[in-house]
């Protein structure tokens, strides 16, 4: 079947979508958020967050819940899901390094 041939309701009222809509969706992210953002999509949990960050586990939820927002995610099922393969590229470029690590004095 081409493109042509498709039935409308094929499409379940789907439009067109960019090719690359993770770049622009995780732009409106704040440098915090894409760090939280590849934590969470390496499958941590909250209170693994919150110990690598050094913050409450109710400050990570308030992150989680705006990156879902933003995202237009239902769950982090759904983040995994759509951007468990971005890795690195989650964030942003040259990101600072994590709470309390230390340049290698090598």
Do not use: C, W
């Amino acid at each position: 079947m081409t493109l042509a041939d498709r039935n409308i309701d094929d499409d379940l009222g789907s439009g067109p979508q960019p090719e690359d809509d993770t770049a622009t969706t995780t732009a409106d992210l704040t440098d915090r958020e894409r760090e939280i953002l590849e934590v969470v999509v390496s499958g941590a949990s909250n209170s693994q967050i919150a110990e690598r960050f050094t913050i409450s586990v109710e400050t990570v939820k308030s992150h989680v819940k705006r990156i879902l927002r933003k995202l237009n995610a239902a769950n982090r099922s759904e983040l995994i899901a759509r951007y468990g393969g971005l890795g690195s590229a989650v964030t942003a470029p040259n990101p600072p390094p994590p709470h309390g690590s230390r340049p290698d004095p090598r």
